[in-house]
């Protein structure tokens, strides 16, 4: 910041805290403060088009007084920083409102208009009336709101036609187009913005420099319509609800020149021009977008894609699936700089519009998330060499500082148990050379690279781990090394597989954003990262993805052809929206998703037979799968249809339930009441008082078992697993359910066994073997790095450490505290960065006593049960007996608990 602006906003500073002071003099130095402020789930979004967009912040304690809450807010938005804090609030000055609510509040100013920044602030009261100062300014900016305001055309590479390549098995395809505009700014700048995008990816330069710090960019979406969807290997009528092109806003004030400029872009193929047999592209790569100029002055300029541009082979070729080749004997150094002569470059060639909508991308982009030093360099031969990162990442690696003979040709190999792509790199001799992939990622531990001039060390070779930017917000830690690592081999599985702001089941053989995967795994996801603003893009492709007339939701979202599953993908329609709103309080979610969850109810029951039990039987296989990849065997299919079935319309029911829908409350309560019933029926086996191994006894419970079955029930299930050694006997979805059951039914020893173990089925015999991330099957057959069976490990958070979302308060605005301590666990802990700030558990055994402490965020209540209790005067709390602090109430004895409510704040309890 340069020596004015500082003075201003001293200035400004002073004259926002004259301004801020009340007529009616209340008290200030509150007890809580606003800090890390979103719009739309995001931090300084750069671009946004929603006319109403919900703003949310956390309000931090600043003392260790218990009890603090929110009582009112007050929220002001202004055009200009300097406006904000001057107290100029010109788009919207909410004044002081009474309410406790701290997330998703709605813009309520003057209309938004397109290109617009708005700077904002808030400041809160707490529960005694005493007011805070404002909070540090955030902004968002508005995109384009209406189609009127785009001036450009859709532009691309003149020998590339509209038309996708063909499926040519191994052919190399055209090299990545270069684009170019030069133009002029004679006058000072007072902000500029580019709003656009390229399909499949793109990077944007200016003046010879990359803009951003995102890749892989847009994020995937279903973008237009396909030709031949119908003859996939999964064939469906392409006619669904939405289909969106995402594009995206970057700030490029500071990178404007008086005088000459020039903008350019590097597009990829990406999904857009993808070529493998699962997959159906759309057409060849094309570029879109407008620079707008703003001049100190008031007056405006806008460059926009047109045929005016310029375009050039660049010297990358590259398939999202296949791999990258990158010839730097083919750069052309200057092209997006000014002053770069063109005149042998083409004119650009106007392109036909992918057809889905504009969009702005809200949605968290991906980065370069992490970098990974080698942990062992082998060298295999001359310019051969083997080196280990240590663990399993996707992404690429980056070779720095490289100096050989142009035309040296160095092969990178990554090593992976799955298809993969090929990757090379050849010298442009000279000054020393860098490079990394730019449109496709790699999924490896180990690279042997070939070609290599000279001796490699350590320094000129990392790894990047590149997903979407979903920061990690929850951390699980026990007293068992072996829970702690089967964490985090699921957690880096799980990144690994996020790309596009979807979650896929491999990232590299098939990559495709598997709506089954999705919903068992998503429960896990919320637990340990910020993923709101990646599942409000991904539940929207998913409902746009349904069929209008039929209701049916697709194995996949966006749509490939080659995803195959059943009952229980298309379920994540009813599934994720629910799951959405628990964790994240976002009543709009379930508001926008209702009518779809409705609608895939109504598509499940055209397969419901007279009796109520449901069995999905399309022409194609692969549309009627039940469970998957099983330990040992299948329940039986309709067994799985008819519990996602119910599970569909309990979920719907309790949906109805948060939006006040009471006939539809009652519809689906009556329609899970007799599916749970029909369920009973045919699957329970009164000889045997069970409903059968491999998954059907935990469905079963997880309906709840009518009580005179219970007990025989139970019997059966921990039958089942001491016959496998105490193994699970599980595929994907029943071992999501699987641990938690078993805990809930007085079974927990059990799940702790099958968590423990090391030998066959487990996934303590995956890291035996080897694994840094979690597998397809158990038996480690096809894909080595699948996270879906991690929907089972939200027994470490919610039962064995303790700490369980209230759906009836949601967003964790009331927290229900109830560990169930595995008896050879001396300790466990897990905390999370909440909608409202963070909440955790710690517990420990030693020398008799248990202790437990938790931290309730300030606004939210919770419900603690403190086990191991025979009477109140058995638990010491760190204030003495309870009604010693109006905060904590004792509530009784229950169920070997004693049981505590509480407000705000920190709490330790001890059971001697």
Not at 30 to 40: G, M
Not at 162 to 188: H, I, N, Q, S, Y
Not at 223 to 229: A, E, H, I
Not at 694 to 702: Q, T, W
């Amino acid at each position: 910041m340069n020596d004015r602006k500082m003075i201003f906003r001293l200035l400004a500073g002073a004259a926002c805290l004259l301004w801020a002071i009340p007529a009616t003099a209340a008290a200030t130095g509150a007890d809580i403060v606003p800090r890390k402020l979103t719009c739309e789930y995001r931090t300084d979004p750069s671009v946004v088009d929603a006319e109403h967009p919900r703003l949310s912040w956390i309000n931090e304690a600043v003392s260790d007084r218990r009890g603090a809450s929110q009582k009112a807010w007050q929220i002001r938005v202004a055009s200009s920083e300097e406006k904000l804090l001057s107290g100029e609030a010109d788009l919207w000055d909410s004044r002081k409102v009474k309410d406790d609510r701290s997330i998703l509040i709605p813009y309520g100013g003057r209309p938004l208009r397109s290109c617009e920044s708005c700077w904002w602030q808030v400041r809160v009261w707490d529960d005694r009336g005493r007011v805070s100062e404002w909070s540090e300014p955030a902004v968002w900016h508005m995109g384009l709101l209406d189609e009127s305001d785009w001036q450009c055309q859709w532009i691309g590479a003149p020998w590339q036609g509209d038309e996708p390549l063909a499926d040519t098995g191994g052919d190399v395809p055209p090299r990545a187009p270069l684009l170019r505009k030069a133009f002029r700014a004679d006058k000072p700048v007072a902000s500029a913005r580019f709003y656009g995008t390229g399909l499949g990816y793109f990077e944007l330069y200016m003046n010879g420099e990359k803009v951003g710090d995102d890749v892989l960019v847009p994020n995937q979406t279903n973008y237009g319509k396909r030709t031949n969807l119908d003859r996939g290997a999964v064939p469906l009528e392409d006619n669904f609800r939405e289909y969106r092109v995402m594009y995206l806003g970057y700030d490029v004030t500071d990178r404007i020149r008086l005088g000459e400029n020039a903008i350019g872009a590097m597009l990829g193929n990406g999904f857009y021009n993808a070529k493998i047999h699962w997959v159906r592209p759309y057409g060849t790569p094309r570029f879109f977008g407008q620079l707008h100029i703003v001049y100190e002055d008031g007056t405006q300029q806008v460059i926009p894609t047109d045929p005016t541009w310029r375009v050039s082979e660049g010297p990358l070729t590259d398939m999202v699936y296949s791999g990258e080749h990158y010839d730097a004997r083919a750069e052309q150094p200057g092209w997006c700089s000014p002053g770069f002569d063109d005149s042998s470059w083409k004119q650009a060639a106007p392109r036909r519009a992918p057809g889905g909508k504009l969009v702005a991308q809200t949605s968290p982009a991906d980065r370069v998330m992490e970098i990974l030093r080698p942990e062992k360099i082998e060298k295999l031969g001359e310019g051969r060499y083997r080196v280990d990162f240590g663990e399993e990442i996707s992404g690429w690696v980056h070779l720095h500082d490289v100096t050989g003979e142009a035309g040296q040709r160095i092969d990178i190999r990554y090593l992976c148990e799955s298809p993969n792509g090929s990757n090379s790199y050849t010298m442009r001799g000279g000054a020393p050379e860098s490079y990394h992939t730019r449109f496709t990622w790699y999924v490896f531990r180990e690279v042997e690279i070939d070609g290599w001039p000279g001796e490699l060390s350590p320094g000129q070779i990392t790894a990047e781990a590149v997903y979407t930017d979903v920061p990690s917000t929850g951390r699980f830690e026990c007293s068992n090394p072996l829970f702690n690592r089967i964490n985090r081999i699921w957690r880096r599985s799980q990144t690994d597989n996020m790309h596009g702001c979807i979650a896929s089941d491999c990232p590299h053989r098939e990559r495709s954003a598997y709506t089954g995967d999705g919903q068992v795994a998503c429960v896990t996801v919320m637990h340990n990262f910020d993923a709101a603003a990646f599942y409000s893009k991904w539940i929207r492709d998913i409902w746009g993805a349904q069929n209008v007339e039929t209701g049916y939701v697709p194995n996949g979202a966006p749509w490939q052809p080659g995803c195959g599953g059943g009952v229980a993908w298309g379920a994540a329609m009813n599934i994720m929206p629910w799951e959405f709103y628990v964790h994240y309080g976002d009543l709009d979610m379930l508001e926008g998703c209702f009518d779809a969850m409705k609608e895939q109810v109504r598509y499940m029951m055209r397969w419901v037979d007279s009796t109520g039990v449901m069995w999905m039987n399309s022409p194609c296989q692969w549309m009627n799968l039940g469970d998957w990849c099983p330990a040992f065997e299948f329940p039986p299919t309709e067994m799985v249809h008819t519990f996602y079935l119910w599970r569909c319309a309990d979920l719907t029911a309790r949906a109805a339930e948060a939006l006040g829908r009471r006939e539809d409350v009652v519809r689906y309560d009556e329609l899970a009441a007799r599916t749970a019933e029909a369920f009973h029926d045919r699957f329970y086996d009164e000889r045997k008082g069970s409903y059968g191994a491999y998954g059907g006894n935990v469905f079963a419970l997880r309906i709840g078992v009518p009580a005179d079955r219970r007990d025989r029930v139970i019997a059966s299930l921990r039958q089942d697993i001491l016959s496998n050694g105490g193994h699970l006997d599980t595929g994907i979805f029943g071992t999501q359910f699987f641990f938690e059951t078993l805990c809930d039914n007085g079974l927990n020893e059990l799940a702790y066994e099958a968590m423990n173990k090391r030998d066959y089925p487990s996934f303590g015999w995956w890291i035996e073997q080897g694994a840094t991330t979690t597998w397809e099957q158990w038996n480690g057959e096809n894909s080595r790095n699948h996270p879906m069976f991690g929907g089972s490990l939200v027994w470490f958070y919610r039962r064995v450490a303790g700490m369980n979302a209230d759906p009836s308060r949601p967003g964790y605005r009331h927290i229900v505290f109830r560990p169930v301590p595995p008896d050879s666990l001396t300790f466990a802990r897990y905390d999370k960065a909440t909608p409202y700030g963070e909440a955790s558990i710690e517990w420990r055994r030693t020398d008799g006593r248990f202790e437990m402490t938790v931290q309730v965020p300030v606004g939210c209540t919770a419900t603690v049960w403190v086990p191991g209790a025979r009477s109140s005067d058995s638990v010491s709390t760190d204030v003495g007996r309870a009604g010693r602090d109006k905060n904590l109430s004792f509530e009784g004895i229950r169920d070997g608990y004693a049981v505590y409510e509480v407000r705000s704040g920190r709490y330790g309890f001890r059971v001697e």
